[in-house]
């Protein structure tokens, strides 16, 4: 079955990074679109960013500059590299694969302190 495992999170400083992890199996991640997206408590889940198969990248107003979203299709992996973190960054961050109806991984917690 599809498995999405993120890893990386933690509790950071304001201006610090972290790059989060995302393994997948269970399908046929090379022609999946990938994204990451992001929940805080009390809050919607919303869309942080997202990579087709081919690489191309789209990111929330609220990331662009300071995270970057890549993939590796021989590991099977997509990645989050977040940069200059602000408070606001605080929260659980999800991998989805965005293929058929959609599979999430079950998060990672970022905390990013003032």
């Known amino acids: 079955q599809v498995q999405l495992v993120e890893s990386g999170g933690g509790l950071v400083q304001v201006g610090g990074s972290l790059r989060l992890s995302c393994a997948a199996s269970?399908?046929?991640?090379?022609?999946?679109?990938m994204g990451w997206y992001r929940q805080a408590p009390g809050k919607q889940r919303d869309m942080v960013a997202t990579?087709?198969?081919?690489?191309?990248?789209n990111y929330a107003d609220s990331v662009k500059g300071r995270f970057t979203i890549s993939r590796d299709n021989a590991k099977s992996t997509v990645y989050l590299q977040m940069n200059s973190l602000k408070p606001e960054d605080t929260a659980v961050y999800y991998c989805?694969?965005?293929?058929?109806?959609?599979?999430w991984g079950q998060g990672t917690q970022v905390t990013v302190s003032s």
């Open positions: 269970g399908f046929i991640f090379s022609i999946s679109n």
């Open positions: 989805v694969a965005l293929w058929r109806q959609g599979y």
């Open positions: 990579i087709t198969s081919a690489g191309n990248t």
